[in-house]
């Protein structure tokens, strides 16, 4: 089974742009949670997709977004990109709905510099 | 205010020793704890999962015990290599019906031959 991917893995852009990433979860995987990690913060979570609907959310400024498609894809929005935006942006799937507990597979990560 | 305490930002072991890392929380009630290993560049990999109700759990060379009442878990890995130097995470789960884990900051574990 293919693992969970991630494009694009880096991306630059400047102050006041905005960026789309994508996430593909493991077939069969209705659960797409996103996750930003800066070394001064650690892992954040930033929301949970289960079905098309967004379940949770972390606690980010409303720039952060996300929706999940008919196929479990997901993308992640930031718009009016700034400084402190750049990260690593990890997705991770997840067999079923978090209710027992289970274990969360995490891709790659998408690498975003703001400059 | 609720806290994730993860031992020291790294830990130094010789090769053939047990590495112990150690996770507390503060003002959580999780259902269940998680750890998680992660490498430069990479996004973590999912190591063992433990239930509130539940000592220990064991998985080959490793062992993850949980206090409730304490709040810890610890996390052991016997008859340590230098390929499992890498970087340790604890998540909390607070099992309300959706995926997401609160996460400590990491423990660095280097494993010197």
């Known amino acids: 089974k293919a693992g969970v991917t991630q494009t694009p893995r880096y991306l630059i852009k400047t102050r006041g742009q905005q960026v789309t990433l994508s996430c593909s979860p493991i077939?069969?995987?209705?659960?797409v949670s996103w996750y930003q990690q800066t070394p001064g913060q650690g892992l954040q979570f930033l929301f949970e997709y289960f079905s098309e609907t967004q379940r949770n959310k972390g606690n980010f400024p409303g720039r952060f977004s996300g929706r999940q498609f008919s196929n479990s894809r997901s993308e992640m929005n930031v718009s009016t990109l700034e400084l402190g935006d750049s990260a690593l942006y990890l997705c991770a799937s997840s067999s079923n709905s978090g209710t027992k507990g289970n274990e969360q597979f995490f891709g790659p990560g998408t690498r975003l510099t703001v400059l | 205010s609720q806290k994730i305490e993860q031992n020291s930002e790294a830990l130094n072991i010789q090769e053939g020793k047990t590495a112990t890392l150690t996770c507390n929380y503060t003002n959580y009630s999780p259902a269940y704890l998680q750890w998680y290993r992660q490498d430069p560049g990479r996004g973590p990999v999912f190591l063992l999962l433990i239930r509130e109700n539940e000592k220990e759990k064991r998985k080959e060379r490793l062992k993850v015990t949980f206090d409730t009442t304490l709040k810890q878990s610890l996390f052991h890995i016997t008859a340590s290599q230098p390929a499992d130097s890498a970087t340790y995470l604890c998540?909390?789960?607070?099992?309300?019906?959706?995926?997401?884990?609160?996460f400590g900051a990491g423990t660095r574990l280097a494993v010197h031959p």
């Open positions: 077939s069969g995987h209705r659960s």
């Open positions: 998540a909390l789960d607070l099992g309300r019906g959706y995926n997401k884990l609160i």
